[in-house]
């Protein structure tokens, strides 16, 4: 056990032990177990990508304290994973990692999260912190919380304060701990295998009395990648159950230092002297009734914007442009239609769709190319003596095609942004019953 381990056990003890003070770390505390079965048929059609076959099922703890004297509480989740079936013509699995081959994966047993957090309340602002494992949330970077059976975390500490409309943050990443591997955390790497010592994004958030949003971050990976967002968003009330959202980002990554991979990446990047990429999205959204509608466009500008703050992150971009794969190559601009209903005029409020389909025509490098994505995820939550459960199907078509020119790319990727297809169906069930 590590170090930052045997402390985090340490302060759960004096929690625990604080006698009255401890009555409402106790009582105002939320726990709740669930147990999850996913299934996952997907191929390539005739492209280039993983061919998927499996039938995977988890459970997971979760405990959420409450404030220990209104300054100290703590979370707690733990994992445990396993295959049902694996089909015999599977060469690549993502919820579990293959053992010595893809139809004997291993199984996975660990906490998800340990986390102390505190804070200071004054009149006007508050001051926050934490330090542990958990699945943290920023614009720039992302454990993913729901795509798999079993979530990724991340180790670190977090700062915040707040103050009327101003939020400011800090989150410094020292670990990773991967959606479908056992174990507490890993050393943050690039590529070559080499230690990133730390991630750390610099947040700042502000909301106008206007209702417009200002997000602003800065992420290093030292001696690797950094990275920058600006997100500006504002909601209009056009009349009694309508209302349009506005919502533009631009985004911004570079080198940063030794660590980065200027001989390239085979498969995934290409040798360059430098990293710069940009790109600017702009996205509308109108909203009425029990419908809404989205119509996006980004465009990348400078390099391909698909790098990652490590080599074992899934990836973050928060645009338009991250779909199943990233529609981030160099001066490649995607157009994306989306629309969801509820079905409350049928008479069933609980089953939710969402669909949309996006697509590109153009790359910096590529000779033919063409990307499309369409992708449906309807989704039914139960009430009554059922509640807690929950069935999802998630539907994907992704396609990818082009060659390189010889001149500007002299090879085929097959990264986050590369000439990738991916067909998908994905069925999730999910139960949680909370104490």
Not at 2 to 23: F, I, P
Not at 72 to 87: K, N, P
Not at 191 to 197: A, F, L, S
Not at 244 to 258: C, K, N
Request: glycine share 10%.
């Amino acid at each position: 056990m590590r170090a930052q381990q045997r402390c985090l056990a340490g302060v759960l003890c004096c929690l625990l032990g604080g006698g009255a003070g401890a009555e409402d770390f106790i009582q105002d505390s939320r726990m709740s177990l669930r147990y999850g079965q996913s299934y996952w048929k997907e191929n390539a059609n005739g492209g280039v990508g993983p061919t998927r076959d499996e039938w995977v099922q988890a459970a997971q703890f979760n405990f959420s304290s409450g404030w220990y004297r209104d300054v100290l509480g703590l979370d707690y989740s733990y994992g445990l994973a396993d295959a049902l079936h694996v089909g015999s013509k599977a060469d690549s699995i993502s919820n579990l990692r293959a053992d010595r081959s893809v139809q004997n994966p291993h199984g996975i047993a660990k906490p998800l999260a340990l986390y102390v957090r505190g804070r200071w309340v004054e009149e006007g602002w508050t001051l926050s912190g934490g330090v542990g494992k958990k699945s943290r949330q920023l614009e720039l970077y992302t454990d993913d919380r729901f795509t798999r059976i079993l979530p990724a975390a991340s180790l670190g500490q977090d700062l915040g304060y707040e103050r009327g409309g101003l939020s400011l943050n800090l989150s410094r990443i020292e670990g990773f701990s991967p959606r479908n591997e056992s174990g507490w955390s890993q050393d943050l790497r690039n590529y070559r295998g080499q230690k990133i010592d730390d991630l750390r994004i610099y947040a700042l958030g502000y909301v106008f009395p206007d209702g417009s949003k200002l997000r602003v971050e800065h992420g290093v990976a030292r001696d690797y990648l950094r990275s920058s967002t600006v997100k500006l968003s504002r909601s209009f009330a056009l009349a009694p159950g309508h209302d349009l959202d506005l919502q533009a980002i631009w985004g911004r990554q570079q080198d940063a230092g030794r660590l980065f991979e200027y001989s390239g990446v085979r498969g995934l990047y290409e040798a360059q002297s430098s990293h710069d990429a940009r790109h600017l999205d702009l996205a509308i959204n109108y909203r009425f009734s029990h419908y809404y509608l989205g119509l996006s466009w980004n465009k990348v500008r400078g390099d391909d914007f698909d790098r990652m703050f490590f080599a074992q992150d899934h990836g973050t971009w928060n645009s338009s442009a991250k779909r199943f794969y990233y529609f981030g190559l160099e001066d490649e601009a995607l157009l994306k239609v989306a629309s969801g209903l509820d079905f409350t005029a049928f008479g069933l409020p609980r089953l939710k769709l969402d669909a949309h389909y996006v697509f590109s025509n153009a790359a910096r490098g590529y000779e033919d190319f063409s990307r499309s994505e369409f992708q449906s995820l309807l989704r039914y939550s139960f009430d009554g003596l059922l509640k807690g459960l929950e069935l999802a199907w998630l539907h994907t078509r992704f396609r990818t095609r082009g060659e390189p020119d010889g001149v500007l790319r002299r090879s085929i990727s097959r990264g986050p942004a590369g000439i990738v297809s991916h067909h998908s169906e994905r069925f999730f069930f999910n139960y949680t019953y909370r104490f």
